[in-house]
């Protein structure tokens, strides 16, 4: 029978960058019961985005950062600056990444590859509170 369930997983980054939060996404997909399915992951925010990245080389990780950084720089010709420098350079990198993910289930388990993790990509320097929404649906 076909079942689904939802949660909303609140994240506070520690700083702008990369924050792996795929234990607790496998810990919800565990708790509810579901077999074979689909997950969404969903950000709630236009200055934060999801990734699907490498997660055991932190080296990738700086280097995605670094990149990001590069063509979204905070002293760029921007017109829109309303919550500081890092305002506008955090859309932009949202809209080049993602803020939904889909990411199929199968035997109760998350179907990533070997070195792929979930990760919030916080964009601001001063961190908010960021709700991520994960909806699992399937038997």
Same mark, same amino acid.
């Given at each position: 029978m076909l079942r689904q369930t939802s949660a909303v997983l609140l994240i506070r980054a520690s700083r702008s960058g990369l924050h792996e939060f795929?234990?607790?996404?496998? !810990?919800?997909v565990a708790e509810s019961g579901i077999r074979e399915g689909l997950?969404?992951?969903f950000?709630?925010?236009?200055?934060a985005s999801l990734l699907i990245q490498e997660n055991a080389a932190s080296a990738a990780r700086r280097d995605i950062e670094a990149y990001f950084?590069?063509? @979204?720089?905070? !002293?760029?010709?921007?017109?829109? !600056? !309303?919550?500081?420098?890092d305002d506008m350079p955090a859309h932009i990198r949202s @809209?080049?990444? @993602?803020?939904?993910?889909s990411i199929p289930v199968q035997d109760g388990r998350l179907m990533l590859g070997t070195w792929q993790g979930i990760f919030l990509f916080e964009h601001r320097h001063a961190t908010p509170e960021r709700?991520?929404?994960l909806h699992l649906i399937g038997e």
């Open positions: 795929t234990i607790r996404v496998r !810990d919800f997950l969404t992951i950000c709630r925010h236009t200055s950084t590069r063509i @979204a720089p905070e !002293d760029g010709p921007y017109e829109h !600056d !309303d919550e500081g420098p @809209a080049l990444t @993602a803020t939904q993910l709700e991520i929404v």
